[in-house]
């Protein structure tokens, strides 16, 4: 079947560019791999709660309900964001994976699972949590030793009994460890100087601050965007700080090879553990596109602000896609409002 525009993904940055072609009067579909709006969310660990708050967790048009200043779950977000496809009527087709992405003379071809799509425009909506990245190293870890990446990780049932190490420190791995570490003995390895933030600053949230110091949106290439985008992410929240200060929580430095069950560290300690999570993050597979000179040898996008060098062709919910809020649920209104206009502009 023929649209104006199919949008790869049915996330947050899918659900935010419906948002405004519903306004439009093109015809439009956005295809999801998973089996209902907001999946996704519902996989990842039982106690995820987001860092930013409701003031700062909602899509274009529709406020996300409670406290404004309080924090959000992984089950609310997945909530608000089935509900926001159902209030705005958004046309989403589940269960559909794209499995190639290429170009003809009137647009692109979509091939999925279920059926054959072709439109005029393409937004790639799928961001950027794709495939889990874990080192290369992983493989040569002992049968008996229990691995999961933080994406796997739903519970403490999953750990086996005895010391448990995390490697990587994003937010999400901070929490995991804080969680573990009330039941297991835990070590975290981590390649850098974690850097803690509060998440509140009087009766204000961080962000609120961030917005009023301009941090909050501060564009890719700016010179406060470009110092931000040389630091690892901060952590925030002092839970973890407190761990590790109580010896709950056991830091090393990064981790150099594993021989057999035994993790080497860069200052040459060794530690044996039962149980590894790969707080190690994502990486982006835009394998099924076969259009040259959509993606560079490292596989990351190549784009201005979401707009590729083929006409036509756009990523959405990209981190820093123009300024440090755009991989945030709040942020991607300003990408999707953005890419719309230009759509628009030439469609005409």
């Known amino acids: 079947m023929d649209y104006d525009v199919i949008i790869i993904g049915g996330g947050q ?13 093109l015809s439009f579909l956005i295809v999801e791999k998973e089996t209902s709006i907001g999946e996704s969310w519902r996989k990842r660990y039982d106690t995820l709660t987001l860092f930013t708050p409701r003031f700062y967790s909602s899509l274009p048009g529709l406020p996300l309900n409670g406290d404004l200043d309080g924090y959000p779950t992984k089950e609310e ?4 964001l089935f509900d926001y496809a159902t209030t705005f009527s958004l046309p989403v087709q589940l269960n559909t994976e794209v499995k190639e992405l290429s170009k003809t003379k009137e647009g692109f071809k979509v091939v999925t699972n279920a ?12 961001g950027s949590f794709q495939k889990p990245l874990i080192p290369s190293f992983a493989s040569t870890l002992s049968k008996n030793v229990v691995q999961l990446h933080t994406s796997q990780y739903h519970n403490p049932k999953q750990i086996k009994e005895g010391p448990v190490l995390i490697v990587g420190a994003g937010n999400s791995g901070a929490q995991v460890a804080a969680e573990l570490s009330d039941k297991y003995l835990v070590y ?7 850097r803690f933030l509060p998440q509140n600053i009087g009766n204000k949230s961080i962000f609120w601050w961030f917005e009023k ?8 290439n700016s010179k406060i965007g470009q110092w931000l985008r040389k630091k690892p992410d901060p952590l925030f929240g002092f839970d973890l700080r407190a761990k590790i200060k109580s010896g709950a929580i056991t830091v090393f430095p990064r981790t150099e090879r594993i021989v057999d069950d035994t993790f080497e ?3 040459k300690r060794t530690l044996k553990v039962n149980t590894v999570i790969w707080a190690t993050g994502f990486y982006h597979d835009y394998s099924w596109i076969t259009i040259p000179q959509v993606v ?7 784009h201005k602000k979401g707009i590729t060098n083929i006409a036509g062709l756009y990523f959405l919910g990209l981190p820093w896609q123009r300024n440090r809020a755009s991989s ?5 209104e300003d990408d999707a409002a953005y890419i719309y206009q230009h759509v628009r502009r030439n469609m005409e």
């Open 213 to 220: 110091m301009r941090i909050y949106k501060a564009s890719t």
């Open 328 to 332: 945030l649920l709040q942020g991607v």
């Open 77 to 80: 977000i997945a909530d608000y």
């Open 265 to 267: 560290f860069l200052d």
């Open 296 to 302: 560079n040898v490292k596989g990351d996008p190549i």
């Open 188 to 194: 975290l390895s981590v390649g850098h100087k974690i």
């Open 13 to 25: 940055a899918g659900l935010a560019m419906g948002y405004f072609l519903k306004k439009s009067g």
């Open 115 to 126: 059926s054959l799509l072709a439109a005029k425009k393409v937004i790639i909506a799928t």
